[in-house]
């Protein structure tokens, strides 16, 4: 059971509240457990959102990409909850649930290769030691994909965002809510021996 009551933001008293209540709620009227326990704290919920948005449509590295990179940060922090949500997001873009299964298992594999294998080991590499990140890191997305200063900063803030979600759904404990099977994101279905630190570089 979640450890925090779970709000909904289409019946707040709040009318900006209300009137984003929308973005989040599904066709049959369903909102999913992140967005009513972020009620809670709905200024910070709806900025939030808006940001991740823009990260996504606005910036260089596009919707799928961004995407994707939510989905191994969600791995990397082994959040169930998250990997789910975003997995459900990216599969339409990569032909259903079974082939962002195989994207999955790719990456927890160490089987991507090309520019989207050099962007997301630099997303994990900053998430999991930020100060170890070197110049020639950089460099090599600047080389190899054409990153330029906004685009590191717009990869950076994605990282933050998604794993600050992992961190609200992790610590309060919400029950899985996705239509992407529940068990393709367990952390205890990648292959064996399977965590951020045994991730080949």
Known sequence: MARVDLLDPNESDDPDVREFAPKVTAPDGSVGKHFQAETHFPEVMMKVYEARLDLARK???????????????????????????????????????????????????????GDEALVIDFALDALDDPAAVTDEDFETLREACGFTDETFVELLYAVNIVSGYNRVTMATDLGYDHDYPEEWADPDSYPAGFRRSAWPS
């Open 59 to 113: 910036g260089d590295l596009g919707t799928e990409l961004f995407t994707k990179l939510a989905v191994a940060v969600s791995m990397a922090n082994e959040c169930k909850y998250c990997t789910g949500a975003y997995a459900k997001q990216l599969s339409p873009r990569l032909g259903g649930d079974e082939a962002t299964r195989e994207w999955q298992l790719a990456l927890a594999s160490g089987d991507l290769d």
